[in-house]
């Protein structure tokens, strides 16, 4: 496995990540499709063994259960200075106040939540999950810069939101002397490419480390546009980010794929790995090939009239993923 430092940082990270919302209980957080802890084991361990060993999850991922599976494994395989960890925070974790958001109040508690659930001291990266419009972003940069002091957080990062509101946070955390934000993870594949706009420029001007989130656009562009699976029929949120326009270019990356004689997952992950920008795309598995194919698209190649076939079927999309 190939391995680059997220942004400007010293931090060491595979050139792919494993999402963990591919596990956790089905009857908590609303993804009746996710595995179960001992099917989650199994990629786990191979995905270790394969050299990818950094982990993100997040609180609200099927109800703090993916967290718990997450942890868990881990610790039974691994010993924790060899393997990453990242999750995030923002999401209702109960109902009433103070039970979502970015206050001071809801950061210092989820961390120690988080911490708890995963059997951890500490995470690597401590993701903000979304950009909280009602609290003031010196409350939230505050409250983060002391859980990386109190030794609870590694590194910061951030997650969809508008290209003016990462750089205001980035300037409150500068100019009061706390922790920026050192990466992004943020909504980025072959059908939704919005982010070239803005946010991706500002992450490569400011050396920020770009980990996109559904790479394969929740499977659309692994498989022919009309196909089906338990998950799409299940996921009313991916039901919005995409099209009937898109439909164009899953064939162009099912064309690519059928030339190179390769699965058209590794075609759509390795456009991806080509952009310059791109640190870590997070990759979800939910079967042994989701991995393999996510792995050999790290060492396919794409020739530049390749590069250019597949992306100028692009068609402007509304701006979606930030809520």
Known sequence: MDYTRLGRTGLEV???TVGCMSWGDPARGGHPWVLDE??????VVAALEAGLTFFDTANVYSGGSSEQFTGRILRDVADRDDYLLAT?????MRPGPNGAGLSRQAIMTEIDHSLTRLGVDHVDLYQIHRW???TPIEETMEALHDVVKAGKARYLGASSMWAWQMAKAQHVAVVNGWTPFVSMQDHYNLLYREEEREMLPLCADQGLGVLPWSPLARGRLARPWDSTTARTETDEFGATLYRD???AVVQRVGAVAE????SMAQVAMAWLLAQPVVTSPIIGVTRMDHLTDALAAVD???GDDEVAELSDGYV??????HR
């Open 132 to 134: 909280d419009p009602v």
């Open 259 to 262: 030339r190179r004689g390769v």
């Open 300 to 302: 396919l190649e794409l």
């Open 88 to 92: 995030k925070v923002h999401g209702r």
């Open 38 to 43: 001992a099917a989650a084991r199994e990629i």
């Open 14 to 16: 595979p050139r792919l």
């Open 245 to 247: 326009e898109d439909a």
């Open 316 to 321: 402007p999309h509304a701006v979606v993923g």
